[in-house]
């Protein structure tokens, strides 16, 4: 999904007119981009290495400005568990969860966090390894497929209020931008891997909030990307309950930027097009 991401972010760059060019870690070392004279990285490397503080290290090493957030805010998004104990400590709300292992209590977990729930990787993104577990029977081999991407497994409380995502911009000094949440309906049991980048069934709504409810939500997403020293751009993630009220799901600190991709409809839905957003990333790095 990096590349797909990729190939809309370069051709909206060099539509504005930017001297830009495709780098890609895979094919060429990363120290090549000193060597080939490039000063500043649009950083769209979705997942574990490109989204975790492993690249955003070794550009600060070089000394090549990059989009995004920063080696501390990278790694602690990536990190679930981590990012849920800082909003839990500063009283943000967040669905609750259970940390897993081969000797959790199944029925326990499920007497406590009700049925449906979610098992998923501590670390990963896309919804990759992730199970909506219907039945207590069913928790094994949910545990089984997320441990398979890292060592922490999560449990969460299913919330089925809705979900959204809301696009963000900026940092602490100079302040930041929120921008109309979306609200993603999946024709597929969640919102999947096929479903986010493949499938053209899925309904998106933005603006999805009314004035009062951004209100009050808006200033929680602040708070939250400001609670893991975030900057740049970033999407955040939140659920909804029955009764309206939100918890704060994740952040992606290098989110989609395909066709498919949440983080365009917000910004679209200020009047932002696509291009322009993506040169307002850029212009971060300056």
Request: some cysteine; aromatic content about 10%.
């Amino acid at each position: 999904m990096s590349l797909m991401s990729g190939a809309g972010v370069l051709a909206a760059l060099q539509a504005k007119g930017v001297d830009a060019h495709a780098f890609d870690p895979a094919e060429k070392p990363l120290a090549a981009l000193k060597e080939e004279g490039f000063d500043r990285a649009f950083l769209i490397l979705h997942g574990p290495v490109g989204e975790d503080g492993t690249i955003q290290g070794a550009l600060e090493f070089m000394g090549i400005p990059y989009t995004g957030c920063g080696v501390m805010g990278s790694a602690i998004c990536m990190d679930k568990l981590r990012t849920k104990l800082i909003w839990r400590g500063l009283g943000l709300p967040i669905p609750e969860f259970e940390v897993l292992d081969e000797h959790s209590d199944w029925d326990a977990v499920v007497a406590k966090l009700g049925l449906p729930l979610f098992v998923k990787p501590n670390i990963e993104g896309s919804s990759i390894g992730v199970t909506k577990v219907k039945s207590v029977a069913d928790m094994p081999a949910a545990f089984t497929e997320a441990r398979r991407y890292g060592r922490v497994v999560l449990a969460e409380r299913y919330l089925s209020g809705g979900e959204y995502a809301v696009s963000i911009m900026g940092d602490e000094e100079r302040g930041y931008t929120v921008f109309p949440a979306v609200k993603v309906e999946p024709a597929t049991e969640f919102y999947d891997y096929q479903a986010k980048y493949f499938r053209d069934d899925t309904v998106y709504r933005c603006p999805s909030l009314s004035d009062e409810q951004a209100a009050l939500i808006n200033p929680m997403i602040e708070k939250a990307f400001w609670a893991v020293g975030g900057k740049s751009w970033a999407r955040v993630d939140f659920m909804m309950d029955e009764a309206g009220n939100a918890y704060l799901h994740e952040i992606n600190t290098a989110p989609g930027m395909t066709s498919h991709s949440l983080f365009p409809m917000g910004t679209k839905a200020l009047g932002l097009s696509y291009e322009d957003a993506v040169l307002r990333i850029l212009e971060g790095t300056l």
